[in-house]
């Protein structure tokens, strides 16, 4: 039988929204992710879309995709003993995933943990860190998006910003979680020593926004800068050299750097471009006018061209052209089929929905998705393992 890259490794789930998604990636590549929810069951059972005919507390698709592989443990921290039972979960753990604000923290006690155990490592995810002035402020993910910068970004010049698809924000502040963990879990195991690891989820979005900060701060240093602050600019990346075009039955997605050359050649085999060989364009002072009017010139070109048929057709001449797909294309896409990306994630015990696989591939210790446990049975097999006797 084949384990998981982190069988062994134990992990208490206090998360909410912000950092699930971490706790599901560590949970999927093998790791014992323990959940606790209330008795009467996680809110997050509740959460839509749901799986016709099921009861909410079993159908909800979103908890199948971001609770897998997960054990549940029905537990009242506000009794002594439901108190005493978090303590020993804890105490087992190497690594507890919490967010501020979430079931059963105030009872986790944590503080008291890190004293008992300092080889645990405690990853705390809050939407903008335990200090500052902002430090309580709330921060959904749309709130998120739009105070981290990420939403400033989106949209054209001439039209409000735009939010990303889905919950994107919490997806990024996830993923930085569990990367912290198990940085976390190696330095353990290098030293003996754990730590308090804080995630900012304000900070997890501004990061991945270098971008825009290298035009804000260098804008004296880049040729192309015009303003200080980078404005929306919709589909068209910031040099002028990547867009997306509309195309006959579609959008495509036009890449014609680095391989210019190759680009105006098949121009050229349309009939198109003969200006752009202008020599006086070719020179290093006048490269921003050659994007210019070469971006003009697809863009005149591309509106009538077959999507399909241009990305093949551009992938062949090593052009790095992406046929904007639909969400249902990409459902039925003949690559991810070939692999066999999809996965199935059982919902309501009896049947199963599929979703998106796994984001890394392993040769020796495969990813993958197991069924999701059952708070009854799960709790019994928690409270023996950590040694809890009393009342049963």
């Not at 998604?21 to 008795?39: I, M, N, S, T």
């Not at 048929?309 to 969400?327: C, D, I, M, T």
């Amino acid at each position: 039988m084949t384990h998981g890259a982190l069988e062994g490794v134990r992990v208490v789930d206090l998360t909410d929204e912000r950092a699930i998604y971490g706790a599901k990636l560590l949970a999927d590549l093998g790791a014992d992710v323990v959940r606790p929810e209330p008795p009467q069951g996680d809110p997050l059972r509740d959460r839509g879309p749901l799986m016709d005919g099921a009861p909410t507390e079993t159908g909800s698709l979103w908890h199948a995709f971001f609770a897998s592989s997960r054990r549940f443990f029905a537990v009242d921290p506000g009794t002594d003993a439901g108190a005493a039972q978090l303590r020993l979960l804890i105490d087992r753990a190497d690594i507890v995933l919490a967010n501020t604000g979430t079931f059963a923290l105030e009872a986790a006690q944590l503080d008291d943990a890190c004293a008992r155990r300092p080889d645990l490592v405690v990853v705390e995810v809050s939407s903008f860190g335990p200090d500052g002035p902002w430090s309580d402020y709330l921060a959904p993910d749309l709130v998120a998006g739009a105070l981290g910068g990420a939403v400033a970004t989106t949209g054209d010049v001439d039209t409000p910003p735009l939010k990303a698809f889905g919950e994107l924000n919490f997806m990024v502040s996830g993923a930085y979680a569990a990367i912290a963990a198990l940085a976390g879990l190696n330095c353990v195991r290098r030293t003996g020593v754990g730590q308090r690891i804080h995630v900012p989820v304000h900070e997890c979005i501004a990061s991945a926004l270098e971008h825009v900060f290298m035009w804000h701060w260098y804008q004296d240093h880049i040729g192309v800068a015009r303003k200080p602050v980078l404005e929306r600019r919709g589909s068209l990346h910031w040099t002028n050299a990547y867009q997306v075009m509309g195309a006959a039955t579609g959008a495509v997605m036009v890449t014609p750097i680095p391989e210019l050359d190759g680009q105006l050649v098949w121009l050229l085999e349309h009939g198109l471009g003969e200006e752009l060989l202008d020599a006086r364009l070719q020179l290093p002072e006048h490269r921003r006018e050659l994007l210019d009017r070469l971006m003009d010139t697809l863009r005149e070109w591309v509106a009538s061209e077959d999507p399909e048929a241009l990305f093949l057709e551009a992938q062949s001449r090593h052009l790095p052209y992406g046929h904007v797909k639909r969400l249902d294309e990409v459902a039925d896409n003949p690559h991810l089929a070939a692999r066999d990306w999809w996965e199935s994630y059982p919902v309501d015990g009896e049947r199963a929905v599929r979703g998106p696989g796994a984001p890394y591939q392993f040769s020796a210790t495969p990813w993958s998705v197991r069924s999701p446990g059952d708070a009854d049975r799960d709790t019994d097999e928690i409270l023996d393992a950590i040694g809890w006797e009393d009342g049963r």
